[in-house]
């Protein structure tokens, strides 16, 4: 059986979806699954964009042949040559030997380090600019390096308004038989894997996506095919400005992330406690998250979606504790900036680690806003910390309001 669907009248989804993957780049769970895209279009000449991951190459290849009907494939063109794309290059070249791979030149550089089998005669580079015709539709590349690789092409098809993405707009979760974003209830269901997908792979690379935006502002996008996850076709806008707040680090949502780091269940009491008081005070868009049992990827996804930040930790060997370090670290590797941040320490004996997470956010983090209520714990939360914890959840939504008046008086500019 096959699994193809048309994206448009000669355009084809040949990809598919992987349930059985549990780690994405053997970093990130994926209980929702993923998909590996790829797009058969037919013309005078016959286009292939990209392959897929290894796991799906027997569909995939049934898929191809389906859409062929006896065909030959003309062009394969590769905007990524990261492996859950590229890994069927030589399963494609071998099946269709007259077919002409089209790439950048890193791409086959890194072609040539993968040690795919494309050779020169079957070669053909593209860069920033250039056009090809296949018939009635017209291509022109665009390099997006950093958007998720150095090599990175997008293409777009000025006789449709068709973008061929690359990673860019793609998501975790599988498609089990849809195809377009307009099929599913994206923001109940997907947007949240989108988020997660986005920040935590392309997170690092966010003035990257500025360009690619910039470069798909000036063309008339009818469709998006990216090479994860539905294929957008309508609203696209709404998709382009969520790409827009998580690329500039501008938080997408008012609201608190609460992430604690507790050995006994007292810093966490203390996280609650402060949660409690914000929905009291009427911020209920409110996430509290345990740092030692929720992944990175997680927490990363919700630092991009939520404007303040409530770091709650023990100290640990005189310091900040160790999953929490981390969490700040990856932060800082993600280059993730413009947030506000409160802090609740707490120590038995020696609380120093709400000075070493101030030190380490002003040291390491940009434009993040550390506010100077805090609450110290001396073991366990109790009557004596009533005070400050209500000053502390006051001053977070006082923020949130100045915040919201700098933004108004900037849009009424
Ligand atoms: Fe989906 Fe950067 O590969």
Redesign the pocket.
Known sequence: MYTVRKVTDDLYYVGGNDHRLELFENIFPIPEGVTYNSYLLKDEKNVLFDTVDWSIVKDYLENISEVLDGEDLDYLVIH?L?P??AAAIDEIVLRYPDVKVIASEQGFEFMRQYGFHVNEEQSMIVAEGDTISFGKHNFVFLEAPMV??PEVLVSFDTTDGVLFAA?AF?TFGTLDGKLFADEVNFERDWLDSARRYLTN?VGKYGPFVQDVLKKASTVDIKIICP??GPVWRENLGWFIDKYDKWSRYEPEEEGVMIVYASMYGNTERAAQALASRLCDKGMTNVVVHDVSNTHMSYLIADTFKYSHIVIASVTYNLGIYPVMKNFLMDLEALNVQNRTVAIIENGTWACTVGDKIEEYIDENLKMFDVLPERVTLNSALNKANENDMEALADSIIESMAKIREIKEKSANQ
């Open positions: 990524h990261e859950d794309h998720h690789w990673d793609g792979i090479l994860h």
